[in-house]
T-cell receptor, first 116, second 112 residues
Framework: GAVVSQHPSWVICKSGTSVKIECRSL??????MFWYRQFPKQSLMLMAT?????????EQGVEKDKFLINHASLTLSTLTVTSAHPEDSSFYICSARDSGASTEAFFGQGTRLTVV | QKEVEQNSGPLSVPEGAIASLNCTYS??????FFWYRQYSGKSPELIMF????GDKEDGRFTAQLNKASQYVSLLIRDSQPSDSATYLC????????????FGQGTTLQVKP
């Protein structure tokens, strides 16, 4: 299957700082990528849809000024958690869909963010 | 609100038995349905997807879809301890964009 690489796999940061997470599709082009968040023992919740060359679409309740998404190329989307707080500590996962294929979306390995 | 519902479990089965995981969805416009397996602390990995009514088999796994009943299931034959994980059901919510709506997941425990 296609490969989606997410970096870093884990990060610890201080409250008030910003953290950037990268999501790359390694062997296919993705006009659309998705960012999910998963709290312990809960399911994945979609945060936003990242669209190459245009603004991201955020789900209800997700602050677009806090979670900045940039999708500058067909293989890279970034999520920046700005002014992080302990309640932002979570598992962040991206997924990407091959623009040339039909159905499957592939997941990155996830980023464990801990804000102290 | 578009929802995907799963019993959180845990579902416990003995090694070698058939594990049956169930999922219902609310959006009748959903076209594609996915089963993911997620080990603790890891990202979900796709087991299989289904978009036609009926059964789809892949090795020890069989996905079943009944659109009239808005019901999706996953059967795991000859369950192994390594199958112990959380199984996530997801629907595309009629968007056809790759955006998925996930259920809360069912924890499966396969006991040796």
């Amino acid at each position: 299957g296609a490969v989606v690489s997410q970096h870093p796999s884990w990060v610890i940061c201080k409250s008030g700082t910003s953290v950037k997470i990268e999501c790359r599709s390694l062997d296919f082009q993705a006009t659309t990528m998705f960012w999910y968040r998963q709290f312990p023992k809960q399911s994945l919740m979609l945060m936003a849809t990242s669209n190459e060359g245009s603004k991201a679409t955020y789900e209800q309740g997700v602050e677009k000024d806090k979670f900045l998404i940039n999708h500058a190329s067909l293989t890279l989307s970034t999520l920046t958690v700005t002014s992080a707080h302990p309640e932002d500590s979570s598992f962040y996962i991206c997924s990407a869909r091959d623009s040339g294929a039909s159905t499957e979306a592939f997941f990155g390995q996830g980023t464990r963010l801990t804000v102290v | 609100q578009k929802e995907v519902e799963q019993n959180s479990g845990p579902l416990s089965v003995p090694e070698g038995a058939i594990a049956s995981l169930n999922c219902t969805y609310s959006d009748r416009g959903s076209q594609s349905f996915f089963w993911y397996r997620q080990y603790s602390g890891k990202s979900p990995e796709l087991i299989m997807f289904i978009y036609s009514n009926g059964d789809k088999e892949d090795g020890r796994f069989t996905a079943q879809l009944n659109k009239a009943s808005q019901y999706v299931s996953l059967l795991i034959r000859d369950s192994q301890p390594s199958d112990s994980a959380t199984y996530l059901c997801a629907a595309d919510g009629s968007s056809n964009t790759g955006k998925l709506i996930f259920g809360q997941g069912t924890t499966l425990q396969v006991k040796p």
